[in-house]
C-alpha cells in the first residue's frame, strides 16, 4: 500500500487541511485511471469518521439502496434503512438529521451515477444548498472519466461555483520511480517510465529482480496482462466509436505530430479530425505544442505529442502487434522493441531533460519548451521575460566524447541565433546518458547534465 502513495505527500496535506478547516466542504477528486486517487482519499480516511461508497454502472435505485445501507451502518440505525427513499436528495436529508458528527461522506467513480441518471449533478445541487452546506460535513467525488468530472467544474454544470476545492491527481515523476524499483539503475528508471508513465498500478507491475525487456515481455505481451489490453479498455469508455482515435495515435506515436502529416497517415477528413483531436486533447493522452518563444500561438505552427507515455509505448510497439502477441510470438516483438526502443526514447528523453532543469534551475527561467522555426529545431529552450535570459539546450540518450560534445555546442549556438528573441545574456547546455569531460565543458560556461545528475 506504501507505494501508491509516493509523492502524495501535498495532496494529503491538501484534505487535512479541507478537514480540519472545520467548515462544510465539498471537493472533487478527478484524473486518469490507475493514478491513485481511490487509494490516496482511502489513505486520507482511514482514521476518521466516513461513509465510502464506490458507485457502479447499473440502475440509479441500486446504487441509492447501497448508499442507504452504508450511511446505515454508519449511524447504527437499522431502521433508517429500511425508509423507502425516492431520491438522493431525500436520502441526504434523511442521514444528515442522524448524523451528528463531522465526516467523510465519499463517492468514487460519481460519473457512473450521471450516467443512469442524468439528473444527478442537479440533485447534488441540491444537497449542497440545502444541507451539506450547512452541516459540518465534507463530501469528496470521485471520477476516472476526466471529460465528465472537468465538466461538472464547468459554468453550465448545476455544480458550478458550489465546490469549496478541486484536486486533479497526476502520475508521479520521474524522479520518484526509484522507490518502486530501488535495484534498477536510473537507466532503467527512465526505459520503465517511458513506457508505463508514473502511473503507480502499472509501476507495481513490474519487478526489479527481472531484466527491463522481460518485464516488457510479462506485462505487455501476453493476452492476460494488464497493460496489454489497457489502452483500448480505456479508450472505448471514453469514446463511442473508437477507431478514428487508435488511427490518430498511431500516427503520433510514429511522429507524425502535424496537423496535416497526420491527416495524410490517417486518411481522414481533415474538416473532422479537428474535433477526433480535441477530444484526446480534452481527456489528456495528448497535448498541443508551440515553439516555446511564440508569444502568439498560431494554429499552424502547433504540433502534438503524449501526454501520457503508457499510451506513446502501447501505440508504438503493441497495438502493430497484436496478430503476432495473439499467436504467441511475444519474442518477435521483444527484438523489433530492443532495435527500436533507443530512438523511441529519444523524445521522451526531452521532456525528462525539462523536469531536471526544473529541479535544478540553473538560471531563473519561467519558462520552457521546444523550439522549431520551419526545418530548424532546438530541443529545449528556457526563457526569463524579466530577466531577459535565455538558454538552448540540446538532449542526447547516448553517451557523448568530448569532442562529440563540443561539436553539438557549436551548432546549438549557430541555430540559437535563428530564435527571435530579444535577450541580454544566453546559455548554452547538454544533457546525455554520459558526457566526456563534463566538468572541463562546465569550466567553459556550459551547461552540462547526465544521468549521475539525475
Known sequence: MFQQFIDRTDELRILENRYESNRPEFVIIYGRRRVGKTELVLNFIKNKPNVYF?????????NLREMQEMMGEFIGDDEFKLIRFDNWVDLFKGFLKRAEK??????????????????????????????????????????????????????????????TGQLEIKPIDIFEIKEFLPKYSIEDHINVYSCVDGIPLYLKQFSDKLPFYENIKRVFLNRDALLYSEAEILLKQEF???????????????????????????????????????????????????????????????????TDNYFRFWFR????????????????????????????????????GRELLWKVRPFQFTKIGRWWHKDKEIDLVGISEQAREIGFFEVKWKSLSKRESLRI????????????????????????????SKDELREQGYLAYELGDF
Open 102 to 163: 463531522r465526516s467523510v461522506i465519499v463517492i468514487d467513480e460519481f460519473p457512473y451515477l450521471t450516467k443512469k441518471n442524468p439528473a444527478i449533478p442537479s440533485e447534488f445541487q441540491k444537497i449542497w444548498d440545502l444541507y451539506l452546506s450547512k452541516s459540518n460535513m465534507v463530501l469528496i467525488l470521485i471520477g476516472s472519466s476526466i471529460s465528465m468530472m472537468e465538466g461538472l467544474l464547468g459554468r453550465k454544470s448545476p455544480l458550478y461555483g458550489r465546490r
Open 54 to 62: 464506490l458507485a457502479e454502472e447499473r440502475q440509479d435505485a441500486e
Open 317 to 352: 510497439f503493441v497495438y502493430p502487434n497484436k496478430t503476432l502477441i495473439e499467436k504467441g510470438e511475444a519474442d518477435q516483438v521483444i527484438m523489433a522493441i530492443k532495435q527500436d526502443y533507443t530512438s523511441y526514447l529519444g523524445r521522451i528523453f526531452e521532456d525528462i
Open 240 to 306: 463511442r466509436e473508437p477507431a478514428n482515435y487508435f488511427s490518430i495515435l498511431r500516427a503520433l506515436s510514429f511522429g507524425y505530430t502535424r496537423h496535416n502529416k497526420i491527416v495524410d497517415y490517417t486518411g481522414l477528413d481533415k474538416t473532422i479530425i479537428s474535433k477526433y483531436i480535441q477530444n484526446l486533447e480534452r481527456i489528456k493522452i495528448i497535448r498541443r505544442e508551440y515553439p516555446v518563444t511564440e508569444r502568439k500561438e498560431k494554429r499552424k505552427n502547433a504540433r502534438y505529442t503524449f
Open 409 to 436: 555546442l557549436t551548432e546549438l549556438k549557430e541555430r540559437s541565433t535563428l530564435v527571435d528573441w530579444a535577450r541580454k545574456k544566453e546559455y548554452f547546455g547538454l544533457i546525455a546518458k554520459n558526457i566526456e
